[in-house]
């Protein structure tokens, strides 16, 4: 199934829903698609007037360009979700999102999807991370 993972750039996520053999819906597999130039630092700075009239799919013409411009990349994999992961209170070494507006409008718009869902907080000793990934597994191996 295909899993979108939030926050969408967690290699941590990314490589738990693959190891359970899904796929995951993730930032940098679509920011990979987008770069063209080897040159580039920034590859956020592909993002085109074209991905920011897409985000208006996600968010009204009055939410910034910048948050329509995450939504215009995050948009199109919630479309694709057959399910989601939703981790809350992460530190930003976890997945750092750096918009609240776009945070709110992401989780809004998987909660609206109403495909299976998996909410948990970030853990923060070792035996929530234990319970971390058993409750991400036991939810992942019981899409299959």
């Excluded at 990314?14 to 987008?34: S, Y």
């Excluded at 360009?65 to 209170?89: C, K, Q, T, W």
Aim: aromatic share 8%; glycine share 6%; proline share 8%.
């Amino acid at each position: 199934m295909k899993v979108f993972i939030y926050p969408p750039n967690s290699m941590i996520l990314q490589d738990l829903v693959e190891r359970f053999g899904h796929t995951p819906l993730a930032l940098a597999k679509e920011i990979e698609r987008r770069v063209n130039d080897p040159e580039l630092d920034s590859p956020p700075m592909n993002i085109t007037e074209i991905d920011v009239k897409v985000g208006l799919k996600y968010a009204a013409i009055e939410v910034p360009s910048g948050v329509r411009g995450r939504l215009a990349m995050f948009g199109p994999l919630i479309d694709e979700a057959e399910a989601a992961i939703i981790v809350n209170n992460f530190p930003s070494t976890f997945g750092c999102m750096a918009c609240a507006r776009t945070n709110e409008l992401t989780i809004y718009l998987i909660k609206q999807k109403r495909v299976p869902t998996l909410e948990l907080d970030y853990p923060t000793n070792e035996e929530e991370v234990e319970d971390f990934i058993a409750r991400i597994k036991g939810f992942l191996e019981g899409l299959k």
